[in-house]
């Protein structure tokens, strides 16, 4: 977690500078016109190109605080940071270069995000929170549609859709599969969950994460053995345990019995 911290505050420190860099070079090549043709507009240029990068500055520097104390930031100054984040962001991604560092900034992004979440020490009832999984868990040759009501699965154990269904209704929590990013910001719209566990791969759980600010959503990357998009699984515990950091409640029963139900499947 710290390493993925670490990454991930490297390139947005890098975005920031590259940022501040580029709002010096605008000021630089406005402020000799402005100064020959508007003179009495150059000096408010200069406060505001000025605030512009003392922002800048002060944002990333509250950035390192997220990051690395315990400071639990009042929920404006959180949504400020968030937006900024998702400012930084593509930035930061023209900085990665290659396929490789660009995977690794996404998931170190995702947990940033996560650990912002977790930070909050949150205490929200099970019944309030939505597991919001995709399309793709869902066996690909299952004839039974479960993208507008989730209790259509048979729970065969061809898929992970059966353990999610499993864990839902043993804790009360809602349960949603969404075929695309436009359904399932419907769905949070209908249900309107007070947190979320989202289900995805990067490029999805990113977009997801970053429409329904400031909503407290916890990320949780699906596996590819078959590739993208295609018959895609979920660590079931794992998906307990980020439920218990939630909720403030212990799930080793649940998980247990998930873990049972699994098996024999």
């Not at 009501?149 to 499993?166: E, F, Y």
């Not at 436009?182 to 769905?187: G, M, P, S």
């Amino acid at each position: 977690m710290a390493k993925e911290m670490n990454f991930f505050l490297g390139y947005a420190a890098l975005a920031a500078g590259v940022t501040a860099v580029c709002l010096w070079l605008v000021w630089a090549v406005m402020k000799p016109g402005l100064a020959y043709y508007i003179s009495d507009m150059a000096l408010a240029v200069d406060i505001f190109f000025g605030l512009l990068l003392c922002g800048t500055g002060l944002l990333f520097l509250l950035l390192l605080m997220l990051g690395f104390t315990s400071w639990e930031q009042p929920v404006r100054i959180r949504q400020i940071l968030l937006q900024y984040i998702g400012f930084l962001y593509p930035v930061m991604r023209k900085l990665a270069w290659t396929d490789t560092r660009k995977e690794m900034l996404a998931r170190s992004y995702i947990q940033f995000l996560n650990g912002l979440v977790l930070k909050q020490n949150l205490r929200i009832p099970a019944e309030q929170v939505l597991i919001l999984a995709p399309h793709c868990l869902q066996w690909d040759q299952c004839p039974h549609k479960i993208t507008r009501c989730v209790d259509n699965c048979r729970q065969c154990g061809h898929c992970t859709i059966g353990s999610l269904l499993a864990v839902s209704r043993s804790l009360g929590a809602h349960l949603a599969v969404a075929s695309g990013g436009t359904q399932a910001r419907q769905l949070v719209g209908t249900l309107r969950p007070r947190a979320i566990v989202a289900i995805a791969c990067e490029r999805d759980l990113i977009s997801g994460m970053e429409d329904v600010l400031p909503l407290p959503v916890l990320g949780l990357l699906n596996e590819r053995p078959y590739g993208p998009c295609f018959d895609t699984q979920v660590d079931v515990p794992v998906l307990c345990r980020l439920l218990e950091r939630l909720t403030g409640e212990d799930y080793e029963r649940t998980r247990n019995s998930i873990s049972q139900f699994t098996h024999h499947m």
